[in-house]
């Protein structure tokens, strides 16, 4: 549910073939679903709503020709700023496979106070706002309270595979693990973005998830959440 595979959009996939690399280990770890996450920032050149939509069925199909069956779904990582609420109105910024959740980022040193209401405001307007790349916030890392904070606002939390078995050092490892400890974790997302250092390979992640946590809850954060956006998708 977060990604940037889609190719040639963003800083992730420079073409069809890493795109299909990156599909290629995705789907030997199990994954069958994509949200494709593209960033959105404002007043940046981002990719428009037709060209994610066409680029990703060209994506559908030449996994299909290499005998991968991928489901793909549209979304945006979406760059907070004050123009947001009206782009996802207006259809510009796309919410994560047309459900109500939207999945927001900051810059890693914003303070909790925009954090909070930006996110706060995206609910006020019906939308779920999911905090991407949790992990990466000081003024989380800082404080955690403020992250109980965020979930008391019914905010969800998504954490990066590579946090967990530890590419990003030991103070956000210990982080991660104590988000998934106390069950504070919605969403293990694999922000892949190309296929070596920020590859989609999550097996590493998985075994230690389903090793050391209830597996149920396990299934929840890899898998079953995400699929709940989805579904959504049917009610929205
Ligand atoms: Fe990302």
Excluded at 56 to 76: C, D, I, P
Excluded at 162 to 186: C, M, N, P, Q, Y
Excluded at 224 to 234: C, P, Q, S, T
Aim: hydrophobic residues 35%; charged residues 25%.
């Amino acid at each position: 549910m977060h990604c940037h595979i889609l190719p040639g959009v963003d800083d992730g996939a420079r073409d069809m073939e890493q795109s299909m690399r990156m599909i290629r280990t995705a789907y030997e770890s199990g994954i069958r679903n994509f949200i494709l996450t593209p960033h959105y920032k404002e007043g940046r050149h981002n990719a428009s709503v037709s060209t994610i939509c066409g680029r990703m069925e060209e994506v559908r199909r030449e996994a299909a020709k290499r005998g991968m069956e991928v489901s793909l779904y549209a979304g945006n990582e979406i760059l907070y700023s004050g123009e947001i609420a009206e782009r996802l109105e207006e259809g510009r910024a796309l919410t994560l496979a047309g459900s109500r959740y939207v999945l927001i980022e900051f810059f890693p040193a914003h303070p909790f106070s925009y954090i909070r209401n930006a996110l706060d405001e995206l609910g006020g307007m019906g939308y779920e706002p999911i905090l991407a790349h949790a992990e990466r916030y000081e003024c989380l890392l800082q404080n955690w309270e403020n992250v109980k904070e965020l979930k008391g606002l019914n905010v969800g939390i998504q954490i990066n595979a590579a946090s967990i078995t530890g590419a990003l050092g030991f103070g956000v490892k210990r982080f991660a693990h104590r988000l998934l400890k106390e069950r504070l974790a919605d969403y293990v997302g694999t922000d892949a973005h190309d296929d070596g250092r920020r590859s989609p390979d999550v097996r590493k992640c998985l075994s230690q998830l389903y090793r050391r946590y209830d597996p149920a809850y396990a299934d929840a954060v890899c898998f079953g959440n995400a699929m709940k956006i989805i579904n959504d998708k049917k009610q929205g």
